[in-house]
């Protein structure tokens, strides 16, 4: 199942790192990919079991240091 989060506060390569780091964490996310938007609104998307859920996903976006304004699965 495709994933496809707003992470906001993003604003270098080393916050992408931190992202990918928690995310990958994970039992079940794979393929983890960021389109930074510096001091704005960053996409994250992965692919996620349905086991994986919104809160471990939210909480490893703030485990990293960022927050989650919106999340999607298709």
């Known amino acids: 199942m495709a994933v496809t989060l707003n992470v906001t506060g993003m604003t270098c390569h080393h916050c992408v790192s931190s992202v990918k780091e928690e995310l990958g964490e994970l039992d079940g996310v794979a ?8 001091g704005g609104t960053s996409v994250v998307r992965f692919d996620a079991e349905a086991t994986v859920t919104d809160e471990q996903i939210r909480g490893a976006i703030e485990e990293a240091g960022y927050e989650t304004t919106e999340l999607s699965r298709a």
């Open 31 to 38: 393929n983890i990919s960021v389109e930074l938007n510096t």
